[in-house]
């Protein structure tokens, strides 16, 4: 038999019909379960967005190794001796993700523009571009359930269709990771395959704000020092992401402070992330995951967004920009015209709509 569903105003008029005495009661138990039920929610939340650090991470490991199989086909990998065993679980079908291991995504990073997106036929006999992505869990996709939603699927797709040319992802970035990670793992790894990439990006900051072993501003900085002596010119590396509204946000910006420093010292292209999570509090989950922390697939957009305009007048100086299949890049808004204040407005006058019945002495401050 189907439970009878009890509207707001139901619950309501049992509320004012029972004695003063028993309202406290009724209060505590409607707080307790209505707390208990957010809890469950954050917690499921925080549960999926976990799982996904190690589906994520399965993919594209696959992936790397699908893509190095693929250069050494064409003769460009240097020591192929090194990924035998990959190669051999590549050619064996035995990859866990092999079935899914295309990351192209045909989603657009600029909806506004109505553009129809598609995969453009390859220049004949032009190599390959190599993109490879360094960083954290931000770049490893973590809190968009699909992974071409992450920055790296659509910002590579992007290249894809900018450069008409095949685009080989090598994503090293490690869930967890912070600068040192960047420099005793991912960039060893990124050497030992030979290669001088075509395109790299690293985000990279947002687990140092946080790092449990007390990370020092000193050390972050000399970190982020080997990191752009290490990496070819000219790569593109993202600010440290906001961590508001808690009070870590104060580190957050001295190690932005630090990137901003030891990127503008050298030839490597900043890119402007921290204005995307700088936004009032009523708006903090609406950019993040469920847990809170990541961000979500909009966000993801936004941040692919912000390397295409990085990354467009670097490929029109090489002569890879092919202008017939680039995205519509918008153009940046004025001051005066800016997407917070737009949304907000927006927001304003969709709740002044839908409170038209409602005299304005009884509406409430949101």
């Not at 269709?161 to 685009?167: H, K, L, N, P, Y």
Request: charged content about 20%; hydrophobic content about 40%; some cysteine.
């Amino acid at each position: 038999m189907a439970a009878k569903k009890i509207s707001v105003d139901t619950v309501l008029e049992l509320f004012r019909e029972l004695p003063a005495s028993s309202k406290v009661s009724a209060l505590t138990a409607l707080g307790t379960s209505s707390s208990l039920l957010w809890a469950g929610n954050a917690a499921a939340g925080m549960w999926k967005v976990h799982q996904e650090v190690s589906s994520h991470r399965w993919f594209w490991e696959d992936h790397i190794i699908s893509g190095l199989a693929k250069l050494n086909e064409l003769g460009m990998l240097a020591n192929p001796e090194i990924y035998a065993p990959g190669f051999e679980l590549f050619s064996d079908g035995a990859q866990r993700y092999l079935r899914r291991s295309d990351w192209y995504s045909n989603k657009p990073i600029f909806p506004q523009t109505g553009q129809k997106l598609h995969r453009p036929s390859k220049i004949k006999n032009a190599p390959p571009l190599i993109y490879v992505a360094l960083g954290d869990s931000a770049a490893q996709g973590v809190g968009c359930e699909d992974v071409h939603d992450s920055y790296v699927a659509l910002f590579a797709s992007y290249l894809r269709r900018a450069t008409q040319r095949r685009v080989i992802v090598l994503n090293f970035s490690i869930s967890g990771a912070i600068a040192s990670t960047v420099v005793n793992a991912e960039i060893p790894q990124l050497l030992a395959t030979g290669l001088t990439p075509d395109i790299i990006t690293l985000d990279i900051g947002g687990n140092d704000v946080f790092s449990s072993e007390g990370q020092s501003l000193e050390d972050f900085q000399k970190q982020m020092e080997i990191i752009i002596k290490s990496l070819p010119v000219p790569a593109l590396i993202s600010e440290v992401p906001p961590a508001k509204p808690l009070p870590a946000d104060k580190r957050a910006i001295e190690m932005n402070d630090i990137v901003i420093n030891v990127v503008s010292q050298s030839e490597h292209i900043l890119v402007p992330m921290r204005h995307l999570g700088d936004v009032p509090l009523w708006r903090t989950f609406m950019i993040r995951a469920e847990d809170g922390f990541h961000p979500n697939t909009d966000t993801y957009r936004q941040i692919a967004a912000e390397f295409v305009r990085k990354a467009e007048p670097l490929l029109q100086e090489r002569g890879w920009w092919q202008a017939s299949t680039a995205d519509i890049v918008p153009e940046l808004p004025d001051e005066a015209e800016d997407n917070r204040s737009n949304l907000l407005s927006g927001l304003l006058k969709l709740k002044s709509t839908e409170k038209d019945d409602t005299p304005p002495s009884e509406e409430q401050p949101s």
